[in-house]
């Protein structure tokens, strides 16, 4: 093969490969989108439906456990009552749902539900002087990259 050939090739073979790049980075922006939507949905559903709007499902009722084993029969892993738990915590902490930031990952959102101190772990601790890590969640996203960071702080109570 001659080098015009190559170079010819070369050329081709670029325009392609960042074809091939663009449809696979349009595909993961569109499914992570649609996994923050869904498990913001059924956040939404365990909270308006089954806990009727309160902050937190009554004790004794299995729901999230029952939920749990009925879905991941069905779709598979990542239905642990632990994910619906994080998915429910989701739709509390961002009710509405333009407040949502589609760019960022579930994994993103996971991370500081999971790190993010509810009022009900506050009680927990009970009275006295208990330190607490208070975690807030800053984004910030250009050219189409995001990133997430975690500002925490030490209170006492």
Not at 13 to 34: C, M, Q
Not at 115 to 135: A, P, Q
Request: hydrophobic share 35%; net charge positive; glycine share 8%.
């Amino acid at each position: 093969m001659g080098k015009k050939m190559l170079m010819l090739t070369d050329g081709i073979y670029s325009e392609i490969r960042k074809t091939i790049l663009e449809a696979r980075h349009h595909v993961y922006t569109a499914v992570n989108s649609a996994m923050v939507q869904t498990y913001w949905n059924i956040g939404r559903i365990i909270v308006e439906h089954e806990q009727e709007g309160k902050e937190r499902a009554e004790y004794g009722t299995g729901l999230l456990k029952n939920l749990a084993q009925r879905l991941t029969d069905e779709f598979g892993r990542g239905f642990t009552e632990h994910n619906l738990r994080n998915m429910r915590t989701f739709y509390q902490k961002f009710p509405k749902w333009h407040t949502v930031r589609a760019e960022l990952s579930w994994s993103h959102y996971r991370l500081y539900v999971e790190r993010h101190l509810t009022r009900h772990d506050r009680k927990r601790l009970g009275k006295g002087k208990r330190e607490l890590i208070s975690v807030s969640l800053s984004s910030h996203c250009a050219f189409g990259l995001c990133s997430l960071r975690f500002h925490s702080k030490i209170i006492t109570i």
